[in-house]
């Protein structure tokens, strides 16, 4: 597809920010199972519910613009997904708090990328008129705003600190 307009840029990247998704799903489900602390685990399923009602919420726009949301393939995403795996599952962690602390690290770049998606298309959505479409977006960037503050929340208030001790 040529992108020629603002509205191919914004079905672009909806696109793209699905893929993105869809990457890191896997690897948040991964964190989940090689996290020690219980509250962090809890975190991560919820952010991964978090992830799947947003790619279904982009799905959905897709749809309504005549889209498939499938087809592009998220580069940068990959590499943040590479990056968790090396350096939150497969690194060698000889203390479980510690690597509760590499987890929310990877966790948070992870989100902070789709923070950035979310933001871009929401403001292509309202420069578009596209209202519906917008605040639909806003949901979606506010609710993955909601569970990086929760991590940040996780490791100021307990993992970063029994890692210290580690």
Do not use: W
Request: hydrophobic letters at 35%.
């Amino acid at each position: 597809m040529t992108i020629d307009t603002l509205k191919d840029l914004y079905l672009d990247q909806l696109k793209d920010l699905y893929s993105a998704c869809k990457q890191s799903m896997p690897v948040v489900t991964e964190m989940g199972r090689a996290a020690t602390s219980r509250e962090l685990a809890e975190a991560l399923i919820a952010g991964n519910e978090g992830i799947a009602r947003g790619m279904e919420a982009i799905a959905s726009l897709c749809s309504e613009h005549g889209q498939d949301p499938t087809g592009e393939h998220c580069k940068g995403m990959e590499g943040l997904v590479t990056e968790a795996r090396k350096h939150a599952i497969e690194a060698d962690f000889g203390n479980g708090d510690v690597r509760d602390a590499a987890i929310i690290t990877q966790y948070q770049r992870l989100t902070h990328y789709a923070i950035a998606g979310y933001g871009c298309v929401r403001s292509f959505a309202n420069r578009l008129e596209l209202d519906d479409d917008g605040a639909v977006l806003q949901d979606c960037l506010m609710r993955t705003r909601d569970g990086d503050e929760h991590m940040t929340r996780i490791a100021e208030g307990g993992v970063n600190a029994a890692a210290a001790q580690g």
